[in-house]
């Protein structure tokens, strides 16, 4: 396995919080790698150290093999990264944007216009190109801003939380353009706190909270850490709620479906549950067994509901 990140027990502290504490990564080349954690998890700083934007107070870490701390510069010259807000010029046009970065990247002349041609088709912006980005929406101004993260192709690009504030179709669009960059070659870090993006996207999935990652792995691999499957149970009373929930125990939580649900590890810890709720008095509408969600994992993992928008 080829790595185009590895990292081991990276730790960043501000004054008495430690924001990441101990972390260890590795991320195949090719790939899409997301960090999934509620806000204030240490995802976005975790991503700074290895853009070498934040020194680690300890550990190491490596990009496409250049070590973050004695050879940034090789890191910056391997890699590309977008925030979560645009940091683009809103009263210059799209194509202005790009010319500019273009030119400081070293395109000379025609070139630099050419480049920034190239990027705003590949991007479905070219007729927009000409506009003032103050007038772009939200998922227009998302894609202009991963195109200039791209004039110059990386071998990693790092993505902070891309599709913040965007509409459901836009963050889908934004989706198929980080698919297509990685079948281009290019290896893909982000950060999420969509459960849903997570899901659809990566290949491997980090979960961080409180500056740990307390799990890692496919979405299938984490599904399977909280249990074969899921118990979903609709109350005959909505009143019986409180007392349905604690004999189900912990874990158990509301759904979006109106009832309640609780990670199982087989059949008859099912049984078990839907007999401890008749020894309670509960009356059960209906019940089914299905699979966890990644929603349902993060909640068993971190004690709190995730964003599955």
């Known amino acids: ?9 990276l730790v960043k502290r501000f004054s008495d919080v430690e924001a990441v504490a101990g972390v260890d990564l590795d991320v195949e080349r090719g790939t899409i790698f997301a960090v ?6 240490g995802k976005t700083t975790l991503l700074r150290m290895l853009a070498t934007l934040l020194r680690p107070d300890a550990g190491e870490a490596a990009v496409m093999g250049r070590d973050v701390v004695r050879d940034p510069g090789g890191v910056r010259a391997a890699i590309s990264m977008t925030g979560q807000f645009a940091s683009l ?33 590949a991007f479905d912006l070219a007729d ?6 103050k007038a772009y929406s939200g998922g ?18 790092f993505l902070d939380e891309p599709t913040t504030g965007l509409d459901p179709g836009a963050r889908v669009g934004v989706w198929r353009l980080i698919r297509g ?9 982000l950060t999420t706190q969509y459960l849903e993006e997570a899901d659809q996207l990566a290949d491997r999935i980090a979960v961080v909270d409180h500056g740990r990652k307390i799990a890692e792995g496919t979405s299938r691999e984490l599904k399977a850490q909280v249990g074969s499957g899921v118990l979903h149970v609709t109350l005959a009373r909505e009143g019986d709620g409180a007392r349905a929930l604690a004999a189900l125990g912990a874990g158990a939580k509301r759904d979006e479906e109106g009832g309640l649900s609780v990670a199982v590890a087989d059949a008859a810890g099912a049984s078990a549950l839907l007999a401890a709720l008749m020894a309670e008095g509960v009356g059960v509408a209906d ?23």
């Open 1 to 9: 396995m080829e790595l185009a990140i590895r990292a081991r027990g």
């Open 36 to 41: 999934l954690g509620p806000n204030g998890a």
């Open 89 to 121: 010029d809103e009263d210059l046009t799209g194509r202005e944007n790009l010319v500019m970065l273009a030119r400081l990247w070293g395109f000379r002349g025609r070139a630099a216009g050419e480049r920034a041609d190239a990027l705003l088709g």
């Open 128 to 133: 927009a190109g000409g506009k003032q980005v």
């Open 140 to 157: 227009m101004r998302r894609r202009l801003d991963i195109a200039a993260s791209l004039v110059v192709t990386p071998g990693v690009l």
């Open 181 to 189: 960059l990685v079948a281009g070659g290019v290896t893909i870090l």
């Open 287 to 309: 019940f089914r067994m299905g699979q966890p969600s990644l929603d349902e994992v993060f909640f068993a993992l971190t004690g709190g509901p995730g964003d599955s928008r």
